[in-house]
């Protein structure tokens, strides 16, 4: 949708305008794909405003009536001089009061609420201030990754419908009008309590296997963390207790290893399989 160069007006229009205006226009186009196309009061060359389908109703599974003609209030959340084209939400004008709270909220904030759903993609939280959500059961979100350090085979084995949480907000999703959280940033890391030298210092640890994949071991060796011994042909002379814990080891099984390799930025921890005799370091249960 680029302007042509000859048209000042319309390259100078975007300039004028600022992330938070809200505008009103009329509606010019509607597609599936690409959702609306508007004309903005005040500019008739052509549509210059654009609503994604994500930024016209939080109700994804409910589409809004607006059709070509129709009037609409929308605020402006980006801005493109190049294309001469103002991207805008209308959730923003339906929601005022919502849209204001959330975009109020700054990272590493701590909200506080209730869990009132959970779901397979994650819980939903009625939070103790602010608007409720117009469409789902609470306006906090805590996708399940956000939920524990740990891995997590069950919800409940973190969080219960009616409990309270405290989590930190993470960001504004203006998709679905929600604030995104994270139950576990409230909570120790782990693998803060792990110094680097575990991978030099030939440190044992009494792990738990927690799965079996086609290239590997996955072992918890700590509360919240997990390595991975790589299945791999084990010479003869690394021992048999190699060859065994890494060729027959099965969930819930023990084995004894040794850190190879930690990254700490990208939380990966590498394993080898040790002999169990002697002092190591025993897993959480």
């Known amino acids: 949708m680029g302007a042509s160069s000859g048209d000042q007006g319309l390259q100078d229009f975007p300039a004028g305008i600022q992330v938070g205006d809200v505008l009103g226009g009329t509606v010019a186009e509607v597609t599936r794909t690409r959702g609306l196309t508007v004309t903005l009061d005040g500019f008739a060359a052509r549509p210059v405003g654009t609503v994604s389908s994500q930024d016209i109703h939080w109700a994804w599974n409910r589409p809004p009536v607006v059709d070509v003609g129709h009037r609409i209030t929308a605020q402006v959340i980006a801005v493109d001089p190049d294309e001469g084209e103002v991207r805008l939400a209308m959730t923003a004008t339906r929601h005022p009061e919502l849209w204001a709270f959330l975009a109020a909220r700054e990272p590493d904030e701590i909200l506080s609420g209730t869990v009132t ?26 996708s399940m990754a956000e939920l524990s350090w740990r891995r997590v085979e069950s919800v409940t084995d973190v969080v ?57 071991v996955v072992v918890r060796i700590a509360d919240g963390v997990e390595g991975l011994i790589p299945l791999r042909p084990v010479p003869e002379d690394e021992g048999a207790e190699n060859r065994g814990a890494e060729v027959s080891a099965e969930e819930g099984d023990e084995v004894t290893v040794v850190v190879t390799a930690f990254d700490r930025s ?6 080898r399989a040790a002999s169990s005799d002697g002092p190591a370091h025993h897993a959480a249960p």
């Open 160 to 216: 219960l419908i009616g409990q309270p949480v405290s989590c930190e907000f993470l960001q504004f999703d203006t998709w679905n009008g929600e604030a995104r959280l994270s139950l576990k940033a409230t909570q120790p890391d782990p693998f803060d309590a792990l110094d680097d030298s575990i991978a030099t210092d030939g440190r044992r640890f009494r792990g738990v296997v927690t799965k079996r994949l086609s290239f590997g």
């Open 117 to 142: 759903a959970i779901e397979r993609f994650g819980v939903f939280v009625a939070l103790d201030e602010g608007p409720a959500h117009p469409v789902f059961p609470g306006v906090g979100f805590i």
């Open 266 to 271: 990208r939380r990966r921890v590498t394993l």
